[in-house]
């Protein structure tokens, strides 16, 4: 993958300066994304904290892109803001993804699920759930291993 570093922070405030200069995702050409991870993991499924490891996946409906711009910030905005609290520990980072005039998607990426955090995770989906019960147009809430072949799902919420 080609990446371009936009911005790197370290507080609150350095984030909400580096947002407030970027682009909405529903301003991206098809077939861009936006990479949110923390320090020192790349957003590569194959590396790292995110090999072995999975993806909430949040399937957003293109009605006037506003969901996807909402997600993506209200997603964002919870992850600074530790609003995941004990949870944050499991999460690896977070994706926007346009790739199709019909659906994008906001993916949050989890550390590998084992016997002893499996929980957790399913816990993550459960927050992840409650955008669902919100104004948000969300077609779907799955979670995925990253290396899984198909497209079948481990976890459909």
Same mark, same amino acid.
């Given at each position: 993958?080609?990446?371009?570093?936009?911005?790197?922070?370290?507080?609150?405030?350095?984030?909400?300066?580096?947002?407030?200069?970027?682009?909405?995702?529903?301003?991206?050409?098809?077939?861009?994304?936006?990479?949110?991870?923390?320090?020192?993991?790349?957003?590569?499924?194959?590396?790292?904290?995110?090999?072995?490891?999975?993806?909430?996946?949040?399937?957003?409906?293109?009605?006037? +892109?506003?969901?996807?711009?909402?997600?993506?910030?209200?997603? #964002?905005? !919870? @992850?600074?803001?530790?609003?995941?609290?004990?949870? $944050?520990?499991?999460?690896?980072?977070?994706?926007?993804?346009?790739?199709?005039?019909?659906?994008?998607?906001?993916?949050?990426?989890?550390?590998?699920?084992?016997?002893? +955090?499996?929980?957790?995770?399913?816990?993550?989906?459960?927050? #992840?759930? !409650? @955008?669902?019960?919100?104004?948000?147009?969300?077609? $779907?809430?799955?979670?995925?291993?990253?290396?899984?072949?198909?497209?079948?799902?481990?976890?459909?919420?």
């Amino acid at each position: 993958m080609n990446f371009q570093k936009l911005f790197e922070v370290s507080t609150v405030k350095q984030f909400i300066e580096a947002y407030n200069q970027t682009k909405l995702p529903s301003r991206l050409p098809l077939g861009a994304s936006y990479f949110f991870f923390k320090n020192g993991i790349q957003p590569m499924w194959e590396e790292g904290p995110n090999r072995g490891a999975g993806a909430w996946i949040i399937e957003v409906a293109n009605v006037i +892109n506003n969901d996807l711009n909402l997600i993506w910030s209200d997603l #964002l905005f !919870t @992850l600074i803001s530790d609003g995941f609290k004990e949870l $944050s520990c499991y999460l690896c980072g977070i994706t926007c993804n346009v790739r199709h005039k019909q659906s994008q998607k906001v993916t949050i990426w989890t550390v590998k699920t084992t016997l002893n +955090n499996y929980e957790q995770i399913i816990k993550i989906g459960r927050i #992840l759930q !409650t @955008l669902k019960q919100n104004v948000y147009e969300i077609k $779907s809430i799955k979670y995925k291993l990253h290396n899984r072949l198909s497209n079948n799902f481990d976890y459909v919420l």
